[in-house]
Structure formats: structure tokens, C-alpha cells
């Protein structure tokens, strides 16, 4: 008896040791034929009380032009979320960060097309969270649509390595 008591407690200590919480959702990156899985670079409960930081961004070695495929779980694609993406162009001058913004929860993917001759340089995803930024009288601070700018609660990384052509 006493040692089916001793199994049942071993047992029990190892299934809770593998109930830990799970850590924060990871993004998928996907360039050139490789494909690289990202912790976010910080991450906030939903109401941004509590954040932790985490690694740097990823990276990922590709030749110019070529696209770079994002892949979101559900605890991130069911949310506001938003790319950034940072580029050259054809003649290496860097240009605007171009921005697009889901807020539906059915975008799940995401694909970069550089036109001819961009080189991207970075892909950013982030996360909006349920705050909204205050001004100094803790009144929101409004877009240009006349809603309250929602916070980054969330930011994943793709730091773009360009290789010459082969």
C-alpha cells in the first residue's frame, strides 16, 4: 500500500509541474525558404498593468524582393493587431514605415510583397490592448477618425538579414 501511495504522489507533484501557466503567444516569420518562431519582444495583460519583456527580435537571412509570410495564433489574430514594415528602396534610401491595421479578429495571416527592387528590413507585429492613451487629464487621445488610440500591449520582431543573389 504504501508504495502504490508513494507512486500516486510522484505522480501527482510531475502532472503539476507540467500545468505551468503558458508563455506569451509567438509569431510566425517565413522568408527565402526559412521560417523562424518569435517570442514577443514585450507583452502585456490585456488592460497593460502588468508587462514582461522578453528576448530580442528575430532574424531571418533572405535575398531582395523576396516576400515574407506572417502567421498569428488566435490569441493574437482574434484581436486589434497591426504590421509595420520598415523598407529601402530601389536605391537604398529608406521610406516610410507602411502600416495596415486589423481589427475584425479573421486575419490570421499576412503576407509582405516588396515591390521590384525594395529590400525589407524589418517586420513588426503588434498587439493593441484593451487601454487607450490618455492625455495629462486622463482623457483619450483621439485618431483621426475620432477614436481613442488603443496601446500596444504586444510587439514581434522580424529583423531582415540581406544576402547577395545567387
Known sequence: MRRVLVA???GGALTMAGCSAPGPPEVSFYTDGESV???????CDVLLKSCDQHGGPATLRTRPGKPVQV????DVSRTPWAVN??????EGRPQPVRQEVFTDGTQHAYTVEP????????????QLGGAYAADAQGEPILDEAGEPQLVVRGVWSLQLDPRATS
Open 8 to 10: 500516486l504522489l510522484a
Open 37 to 43: 518562431r518569435a517570442e514577443p519582444l514585450v507583452y
Open 71 to 74: 502567421s498569428l495564433p488566435a
Open 85 to 90: 514594415v520598415q523598407y529601402l528602396d530601389a
Open 115 to 126: 515591390a521590384p527592387g525594395e529590400r525589407l528590413l524589418v517586420v513588426e507585429i503588434q
